[in-house]
Structures are given as structure tokens and as C-alpha cells.
T-cell receptor, first 109, second 115 residues
């Protein structure tokens, strides 16, 4: 069975400090991993996916198959980064996506 | 163009009543998904449609839950004999195809409260 674990429910950091949102997964096949974000009063939206190896809004995430992790990082947090972040695992030939329980990021001015 | 829309935005019902939740996907999107988001929980996959077919219904929590999609477009999630534990936000998403790398676009959700 596939599983996504986000150990932190809440992460508070000061503006300008580095951010790391942790995500670990369990899956026997080749994973497709995503980070989704939900800003206050907005819809859930895709932030980035590992296959694209992209940096979005200064965030990056590296897939570490050895540690089965896909942590989300940003070197300098901004107030507008405050949101709920969900790590997600896609598997199989179609989009059965398993989401983690989410981490609320709070950036303190 | 318009994004995914869901109606109603809020629904309060009494235990034992039936409810219908509607999802209008982005035009041209062949894949449609229903999720449930309960307080303190992640998003729980319920069902997925490719066109009008539902290849994966494995996430439906009980036989009180059913869903259909017509014309490859609108989908309705029906919950019969609602229970208090059904209270949650129900999210719908659509994607161009069901390939895992296609982006899922989410609707605003329907908040269901069962009294």
C-alpha cells in the first residue's frame, strides 16, 4: 500500500529563515511525487512535481529514493508563503494520488 | 477559461437525509476525481472517472456513497442516509487526461455538515 507521511502539522518560521517541509513516502514502485499548496481562502493547487525538477516561488524539492523522501525547501521564507502544504504520491498508470495530512506553514513577520 | 466549479458551496443536512454534490470540470478534461477532506485528515481519494466510466471506486467509504458522470462532463456525488461522520469538505478535481503527470485542477469544495 502506498502512504505519504508529513510529520509536522504546523511549522512556524521567521521571515527570511530557511524552510523545510518534510515528506516521506512508502511505495514499492516508481513514484511520482508532488507538492500542492492551499493559500487561505483559495483552492488547492499544484506547486511543483519532482519530474519537472523545477523551482516554483523559490521552492524546490528533491526526490531521495534511498530515504524515500521528497522534502520541500526554500532558502528564505516570505510572509506570502504562509499556507497549507500537502505532499502527494501518484502511482500506477493513472492518477490515483495519495495525499499526506498536510503541514501548515506559518511565516512570522 | 472557467475553472472547476462545485455546488453547493455549503450544505447542512440532518442525519439520515440524502445529499447530492455537483462538480463541473474544466471543459475538455476527460478525467475527474472526488476527494474528501476531513478535519485533521489529508485528502482522501474517493473515486475517479475517465470519461463516464469509473475504473476505480476503491475509495468510496461505504455503499451509501455513489457517483456518476454524464456526457463526459458533470459529475454528481450522492451520499444516502447521511451520518455525522460524513461531515467534511468534498473536493472535486479534473485533469486533461488520467496520466499521472497531468495537473489536477481543484474546485473550491463543498462543505457538508451533517447534524
Amino acid at each position: 500500500a502506498q502512504r505519504v507521511t508529513q510529520p509536522e502539522k504546523l511549522l512556524s518560521v521567521f521571515k527570511g529563515a530557511p524552510v523545510e517541509l518534510k515528506c516521506n513516502y512508502s511505495y514499492s514502485g516508481s513514484p511520482e511525487l508532488f507538492w500542492y499548496v492551499q493559500y487561505s481562502r483559495q483552492r488547492l493547487q499544484l506547486l511543483l512535481r519532482h519530474i519537472s525538477r523545477e523551482s516554483i516561488k523559490g521552492f524546490t524539492a528533491d526526490l531521495n529514493k534511498g530515504e524515500t523522501s521528497f522534502h520541500l525547501k526554500k532558502p528564505f521564507a516570505q510572509e506570502e508563503d504562509s499556507a497549507m502544504y500537502y505532499c502527494a504520491l501518484g502511482s500506477g498508470g493513472y492518477q490515483k494520488v495519495t495525499f499526506g495530512t498536510g503541514t501548515k506553514l506559518q511565516v512570522i513577520p | 477559461g472557467a475553472g472547476v466549479s462545485q455546488s453547493p458551496s455549503n450544505k447542512v443536512t440532518e442525519k439520515g437525509k440524502d445529499v447530492e454534490l455537483r462538480c463541473d470540470p474544466i471543459s475538455g478534461h476527460t478525467a475527474l476525481y472526488w476527494y474528501r477532506q476531513s478535519l485533521g485528515q489529508g485528502l482522501e481519494f474517493l473515486i475517479y472517472f475517465q470519461g463516464n466510466s469509473a475504473p476505480d471506486k476503491s475509495g468510496l467509504p461505504s455503499d451509501r456513497f455513489s457517483a456518476e458522470r454524464t456526457g463526459g462532463s458533470v459529475s454528481t456525488l450522492t451520499i444516502q442516509r447521511t451520518q455525522q461522520e460524513d461531515s467534511a469538505v468534498y473536493l472535486c478535481a479534473s485533469s486533461l487526461t488520467s496520466v499521472v503527470t497531468d495537473t489536477q485542477y481543484f474546485g473550491p469544495g463543498t462543505r457538508l455538515t451533517v447534524l
